[in-house]
């Protein structure tokens, strides 16, 4: 099923996000931890996709394990480092495993990138330019966006006419870097709104379990980090459990006051970690249920 599909007939939706392994051996217990969070019955669970293409297959590989448990599935695919003909083997890769959503991606540009360098042999510059091609080829294509600005754009209003552009291009929703403080969302959705674009957003959550994410967190996504999620993570640095309970009763706050607000959907971002994944849904089932039984 499309995701659109889902978007259309539910007022919020619940996802998951897990990367493949970078090593092979690997590859059987993250296939364990897909399967684990497609037991809790996720509206689909979407496969990361490595620098330059780096795990490609086990991205297309997890992705079918997942569609295979009975929960849809979204492959990334990024276009940095990518050749045209690398990214059409993909794509018949994707068709033939019955996969039909795809998360279309720049790709961060990589550390180890040569002067004179080409990192898109494939004349794809931007995720607008591969949600086009993906679009040719019938996927339900996503975007990702910042709510706090893309750390490369010049301002936020470019980044808005950016946004629009790749919605334009085709993008069937958009799914936001993590967030850890709400009014940055509601603030951009009110922006979204004003430039005309009004595709579904889904909100990207990650539950802080250690102290140590936080500075790598800021560097990925230029989040904000509130007061309140400083001062537990210092509080509770050395003590792994007490970290852990609160990183997700935080994580739980933040999803009952966007679920409240009228957001489309909750996307976390699980680190692999599916015990963290399963406590959160055990504090919000019953609210997700309550909203999608109200009738429009």
Known sequence: MKISEILKNKKVTLSFEIFPPKKQEAFESVKQTALTLSALKPDFISITYGAGGSTQSNTSDLA?????????????????????????????????????????????????????????????????????LLKNHDFCVGGACYPEGHPESANRD?????????????????????????????????????????????????????????????????AYIPRKLLSFCDRFRHDNEAMKQAGIAYATDQIIDLIS?????????TMNKPEIAEAIVKNIDSIIKAVNRTEN
């Open 261 to 269: 607000n009228g957001v489309r959907g909750i996307h976390i971002y």
């Open 64 to 132: 079918k394990t997942v569609q295979d448990s009975g929960t849809v599935s979204l492959a990334h695919l990024t276009c940095v480092r990518s050749s045209k003909e690398s990214l059409l083997q993909t794509i018949q890769l994707l068709k033939q495993k019955k996969i039909e959503n795809v998360l279309a991606l720049r790709g961060d540009l990589p550390k180890d990138a040569f002067e004179g360098e080409n990192l898109f042999p494939s004349g794809l510059f931007h995720a607008s330019d591969l949600t086009e």
């Open 158 to 222: 470019a980044d808005i006419e950016n946004l629009k552009h790749k919605v334009e291009s085709g993008v069937d929703f958009l799914t936001t870097q993590m967030i850890f403080d709400n009014d940055m969302l509601y603030s951009f959705l009110y922006r979204l709104q004003s430039a005309g674009i009004h595709v579904p957003v889904i909100a990207g959550i990650m539950p802080v379990t250690s102290a140590s994410q936080v500075s790598r967190m800021v560097d990925l996504s230029n």
